[in-house]
Structure formats: structure tokens, C-alpha cells
């Protein structure tokens, strides 16, 4: 499996930006695709999840209510629509994949369920 994240770049506060996600390879093997971010010099952050069966997300409480995943089964594509975005939303945003199916979602936050790691794409929001 292979994945491709693209769609960042800069943007001012209260703006929106949608990243993409596009996956390739042996694709049926995904069951959660994640998006994490990561400010040189910081740890890793979880930022949320979208699990194919049922559609189902789970989003860091850093970014509830502002981040919506959209998924497009026939394109291999979950998009992350960015909104209301802030300063603090500024790191490398990264798109990984999961051959895992958990009910409890919380269980995606760990770094050891994520088997395919795409590229990195900027995010830059300024004040």
C-alpha cells in the first residue's frame, strides 16, 4: 500500500484548507485511514481517524468540531476539510493507513496500529 497526502500550504487564521489522502496498492487490506501532524523539535500528535466500515471518525479534541473527513471509496481518497483553522494547527500533516477494525476508536491514537505512512504536506496558518 501506497499513500499519497497532498493539499497543504499556507492560509490566515479562520481559513480552510483540504488535505487529500489517496491510496494505491493493495488498498483492500485498509480498514482506517489517520491523519497525524508533527512540529520539528515535538512529538507526533494524533489528529483523527476514518474508518471505512460505517464511516465512522474520531478526532483529537484539539481539532473537534473545527476537522471533517470525507472518504471516496471508489477513488481510494479521504480528504480532512481543515476549518476555522488557527496558528497552532501549523505542522507537517501526515496520512497513514491501518489494516486494523477497533470499535472503540481511541484504540487508533496509538502509533503501533498504523502499518502504511504517506509523505508529509505543510500546513502554515498565520495570525
Known amino acids: 500500500v501506497q499513500l499519497q497526502a497532498s493539499g497543504g500550504g499556507s492560509a490566515q487564521a479562520g481559513d480552510s484548507l483540504r488535505l487529500s489522502c489517496v491510496a494505491s496498492g493493495r488498498t483492500v487490506l485498509i480498514d482506517a485511514v489517520g491523519w497525524f501532524r508533527q512540529v520539528p523539535g515535538k512529538e507526533r500528535e494524533f489528529v483523527g481517524v476514518?474508518?471505512?466500515?460505517?464511516?465512522?471518525?474520531y478526532f483529537a479534541d484539539s481539532v473537534k468540531g473545527r476537522f471533517a473527513f470525507s472518504g471516496d471509496k471508489a477513488e481510494n481518497t479521504v480528504y480532512l476539510q481543515m476549518n476555522s483553522l488557527r496558528p497552532e494547527d501549523t505542522a507537517i500533516y501526515y496520512c497513514?493507513?491501518?489494516?486494523?477494525?477497533?470499535?472503540?476508536?481511541?484504540?487508533?491514537?496509538?502509533?503501533?496500529?498504523?502499518?502504511?505512512w504517506g509523505q508529509g504536506t505543510q500546513v502554515t496558518v498565520s495570525s
Open positions: 476514518y474508518r471505512w466500515t460505517g464511516s465512522v471518525t
Open positions: 497513514a493507513a491501518s489494516r486494523l477494525y477497533y470499535t472503540a476508536m481511541p484504540y487508533y491514537t496509538r502509533d503501533n496500529v498504523w502499518h502504511y
